[in-house]
């Protein structure tokens, strides 16, 4: 086959799942590494402890300090040697050796060694002291102690250790538990994952992820605009009664000033549409949404320079953007006394278009603002209709169209920045 068959996007419910693995998964390398560090840790310290525990005890037992201060007779070291493999094999320490104030070795796990020189550091100051040391073993966590008499004078030393190879040998030991542990939170949280996955699939179907997010534009679009239009044929209605009731009652200039005082505003809004060529959807939106603002008592102004391009939007998407920002400024404005709500579609730099919708509302809170455009947060109470909506689908259709929103206070301002040529999004 000479073409390729087009791949077709992930759907909504598999990026979910792909998302959610990834960072069980990331979690799960960071919870293992973690707990490596943790259990290296755990056995370095441990080992320090027994070696500084067993040293301390050796030091402060008479039967030491008796051989330390015999003077190295052979007949004192043989059973301090047994005395010693005795607790180093219960302790489970690779050496303990006690020597003299000369170093001289009296103890070792290897009994060539004895009589020979300590080989390690032995403080000047006659304090304890816990190193690593590359010693006869090999390298080793150590604690050297200093045997003193009743009188504090310093007779020998103890030192109790640990090679670095045991030590390694416990860590491996211990670390199947904590991988064990980190293979278990993966495996929940992959569970996890798949059962949001087919929540999503309930919701969304194999839809894409761009599909979706259409979908609620389009769901938000219909619903603005049918409050606009719900609002301005209610609004005509009342009007075009009490028109007829003025001429039934023969008092036909109040019917005409009536009528006209009705097309005032929405003329001007039409022969703005008129002058720029507009989307005839927006102007739609636009009506009706003066209605509604007239419905609440609510000043609206509307300004649509001639020299604006239009919206780099699809009408779907142009109207659940301008109709959420307004809808949005139309409850601020209502809390407030003077109650006004403006509209501007001005041109920017290099094409591009510039959307603000600013009232009188009491504005958004400082620190605040960087959660407004989350999906979920509202300022409104909890039992609004499409609460946390509005504002994230606005930030996500104008940021997949390579544009930005801004927020300002006093008086509350929302800007929309749209580049001349849209951003296509991709599913």
């Known amino acids: 086959m000479t073409s390729r068959t087009r791949e077709r996007p992930r759907s909504a419910a598999s990026r979910v799942f792909l998302v959610l693995l990834a960072a069980v998964l990331a979690i799960g390398g960071v919870t293992a590494a973690f707990l490596a560090w943790e259990t290296q840790l755990t056995v370095r310290q441990e080992s320090e402890r027994i070696t500084r525990s067993i040293a301390r005890s050796l030091a402060d037992a008479p039967v030491v300090l008796d051989a330390l201060a015999s003077g190295r007779p052979g007949s004192a070291t043989s059973p301090l040697q047994r005395y010693v493999e005795e607790v180093r094999t219960g302790a489970e320490l690779d050496f303990i050796t006690v020597m003299d104030v000369d170093r001289v070795r009296l103890t070792h796990p290897d009994p060539a060694r004895i009589g020979q020189t300590y080989v390690g550091t032995v403080p000047g100051d006659g304090k304890e002291l816990t190193e690593e040391f590359a010693g006869t073993l090999g390298p080793s966590i150590r604690t050297i102690v200093p045997v003193r008499d009743a009188a504090g004078t310093v007779r020998g030393w103890v030192a109790a250790g640990v090679t670095i190879e045991s030590i390694s040998t416990t860590i491996a030991r211990r670390l199947p538990l904590a991988l064990g542990f980190a293979i278990v939170l993966v495996a929940l949280g992959s569970i996890g994952a798949m059962f949001a996955r087919r929540v999503t699939r309930r919701i969304a179907g194999d839809l894409p992820a761009g599909s979706v997010r259409d979908a609620v534009a389009a769901y938000e679009s219909v619903r603005t605009l049918g409050e606009a239009l719900r609002a301005q044929t209610h609004e005509h209605g009342n009007r075009l009664h009490t028109a007829i009731s003025l001429l039934e009652l023969d008092r036909k200039d109040e019917a005409i000033a009536l009528l006209a005082e009705s097309s005032a505003q929405s003329q001007s809004v039409i ?24 419905e609440r008592g609510i000043r609206w102004r509307v300004h649509l320079a001639p020299d604006a391009p239009p919206l780099p939007l699809a009408p779907v998407d142009a109207v659940a953007v301008v109709g959420n920002l307004i809808d949005n400024a139309l409850d601020a404005a209502g809390q407030s006394d003077e109650r006004w709500v403006a509209v501007d579609l001005l041109p920017g730099g290099e094409g591009a278009t510039v959307l603000t919708v600013s009232d009188s509302g009491p504005g958004v809170p400082e620190h605040l603002i960087p959660q407004i455009f989350e999906h979920g947060f509202s300022t409104k109470p909890a039992e609004a209709t499409g609460r946390g909506v509005g504002l994230s689908l606005v930030r996500s259709i104008v940021v997949s169209a390579g544009g930005t929103v801004s927020v300002s206070t006093a008086p509350s301002v929302f800007q929309v920045t749209l580049p001349a040529r849209s951003v296509r999004r991709s599913g």
């Open 271 to 294: 022969d703005q549409m008129t002058l720029r060529d507009g989307d005839p959807v927006l102007g739609a939106l636009l009506l009706g949404k003066s209605s509604q603002a007239k």
